[in-house]
C-alpha cells in the first residue's frame, strides 16, 4: 500500500472515530447527524441564511427547512427575518443549545484527555509533531 493511501486511509478513520465520540456525546438530545451539522454550520459560521446554510451543508433547501423546523420545535435554533427584507430568514443557535455545547465541549474534552492519558509523554509529542506537518502539508496549497 503507498504510503499517501495510507495517510488518506488513517485520516479518514481518525475523522470518524472523532466524529463519532461527538455525536455520542449529544445522543441524549435527540440529534440526527443531520442535526448536527446544521448545528455545526451554525456554531462554526454563527447567523447563516437558509440559503447558505444549504449550501454550506450540500443539502436542498426543503430538506434543511425541514431540519430547522425541527431543531426550532425543541429550541437549539430561531428564524429571525431580516429588518430590511422580510423574505430573507436568518437561523441562529438559542441560548439554550448554546448552554448544551458548552457542557457537551467540556464532556468531549474529558474524553479526549482520557484517552490520550493512556499514551507516553513522548508518543503524545510525536502524535502531536505528526499533526502539526500534516496541518502544515495542507496549509501550503
Known amino acids: 500500500m503507498k504510503k499517501t493511501y495510507e495517510v488518506m486511509i ?4 481518525i475523522r470518524e ?5 461527538m455525536v455520542t456525546s449529544f445522543e441524549d438530545c435527540e440529534i440526527t447527524s443531520s442535526q448536527w451539522m446544521l ?3 451554525l456554531l462554526k459560521n454563527g447567523r447563516m441564511t437558509m440559503s447558505e446554510l444549504s449550501n454550506y451543508i450540500g443539502l436542498s433547501n426543503s430538506t ?7 431543531l426550532e420545535k425543541q429550541g437549539y435554533i430561531k428564524r429571525i427575518r431580516d429588518d430590511n427584507d422580510r423574505r430573507k430568514v436568518f437561523v441562529e443557535i438559542t441560548e439554550k443549545f ?4 458548552k457542557k457537551r465541549h467540556e464532556s468531549i474534552e474529558k474524553k479526549f484527555e482520557e484517552r490520550l492519558h493512556k499514551v507516553s509523554e513522548n508518543e503524545l509529542d510525536i502524535v ?6 500534516l496541518k502544515k502539508i495542507f496549509e501550503e496549497e
Open 128 to 133: 502531536i509533531d505528526g499533526l502539526k506537518i
Open 98 to 101: 448554546n448552554d448544551i455545547a
Open 39 to 41: 448545528l455545526g454550520a
Open 64 to 70: 434543511v427547512s425541514g431540519i430547522v423546523d425541527r
Open 17 to 21: 472515530l472523532v466524529k463519532k465520540t
Open 10 to 13: 488513517l485520516f479518514k478513520e
